[in-house]
């Protein structure tokens, strides 16, 4: 079992900057032995994929519409993982969510992550 808490929501205004953390408690595997994802989900709409990184930290991809303005990052000595958004828009306001998973390489699709966080709400005012 690994707990997953988010962090760092909160609202702004567009082109602003937040830094989104997930910590990660529990017994079991180390939290190295997870992949990490963020997911986000705005109202109304489906789950959409944000970012991964691998385990090490050596691989990280990115959806289309956050590339360049969000990056993921992990610290596998405090057992979190990190996103910096930067270049806010009004339409990356949603519930974002981190994820792990046991898998051996990093995915986009969310249905292969084996924990869920509670979410943090980001909310970005034009």
């Known amino acids: 079992q690994v707990q997953l808490v988010e962090s760092g929501g909160g609202l702004v205004q567009a082109g602003g900057s937040l830094r989104l953390s997930c910590a990660a408690s529990?017994?079991?595997?180390?939290?190295?032995?997870?992949?990490m994802g963020w997911f986000r989900q705005a109202p109304g709409k489906e789950r959409e994929f944000v970012a991964y990184?691998?385990?090490?930290?050596?691989?990280?991809a990115y959806a289309d519409s956050v590339k360049g303005r969000f990056t993921i990052s992990r610290d596998n000595a405090k057992n979190t993982v990190y996103l910096q958004m930067n270049s806010l828009k009004p339409e990356d306001t949603a519930v974002y969510y981190c994820?792990?998973?046991?898998?051996?390489?990093?995915?986009?699709?969310?249905?292969?992550?084996?924990?869920w966080g509670q979410g943090t709400q980001v909310t970005v005012s034009s």
């Open positions: 994820a792990a998973d046991g898998a051996l390489r990093p995915s986009r699709r969310g249905t292969l992550y084996d924990y």
């Open positions: 990184i691998s385990r090490s930290g050596d691989s990280t």
């Open positions: 529990g017994p079991g595997r180390t939290f190295s032995n997870y992949c």
